[in-house]
C-alpha cells in the first residue's frame, strides 16, 4: 500500500489516524512513521490530489476514495482554512521545555504532529456539495489541499 501511495504522491503529505496514535509527514518517511496494522485511516494529499484509505476498524479492508474521482460540479464547491493551534507550540517551544522537534506541533488535542516548514498557519481544506433529492446542496466529501502561511 505504501509504495502506491508514495509512487503517486511524490512530494506530498501524509495524515494518518491510527487506533493508538495521529501521525503526519511527508510521504517519502511514510514507512518510517505509520504503522499499517494500527490504520484506521490515511489521506495522501498534494494540492492537486488526496487519495483517502478508510476503514471502521482493525482487521477490516480499506475503502479507498481518490479526489480525481469525485463528481462535482465546480461551481458548488469551496475552500475553508482550518486553524492550526501553533500559539500553544510556540508557548511551549518558549519555555523550551524540550521533547519537541523544530519542524512539530502540538495537537490541540494532544500529542503532536509534524507539518511544512515555515510553519504553517492554516490547512487548506476543499468542500465538495452536491443536490439531494429535493434540489438541495449538502457537502457530501472533503479532501486536503495542503498547508497555507497566514500573513
Known amino acids: 500500500m505504501f509504495d502506491t501511495i508514495k509512487s503517486m504522491m511524490q512530494g506530498g503529505w501524509f495524515i494518518a489516524m491510527g487506533a493508538r496514535e495521529f501521525r503526519s509527514g511527508p510521504i517519502s518517511e511514510i514507512d518510517d512513521q505509520v504503522d499499517e496494522a494500527n490504520l484506521l485511516e490515511l489521506r495522501a494529499f498534494t494540492p492537486m490530489r488526496e487519495i483517502k484509505w478508510v476503514r471502521g476498524g482493525l482487521g477490516e479492508a480499506f475503502q479507498v476514495r481518490?479526489?480525481?474521482?469525485?463528481?462535482?460540479d465546480k461551481r458548488r464547491c469551496e475552500t475553508h482554512y482550518l486553524d492550526i493551534d501553533t500559539k500553544k507550540t510556540r508557548e511551549y517551544r518558549e519555555r523550551d521545555e524540550g521533547g519537541i522537534e523544530p519542524d512539530e506541533v502540538l495537537a490541540t488535542g494532544g500529542g503532536k504532529y509534524r507539518l511544512t516548514e515555515p510553519m504553517p498557519e492554516k490547512m487548506v481544506i476543499q468542500v465538495y456539495y452536491r443536490a439531494d433529492d429535493k434540489g438541495f446542496y449538502q457537502p457530501f466529501d472533503f479532501r486536503i489541499v495542503g498547508w497555507k502561511e497566514w500573513n
Open 66 to 72: 481518490d479526489s480525481v474521482d469525485i463528481q462535482f
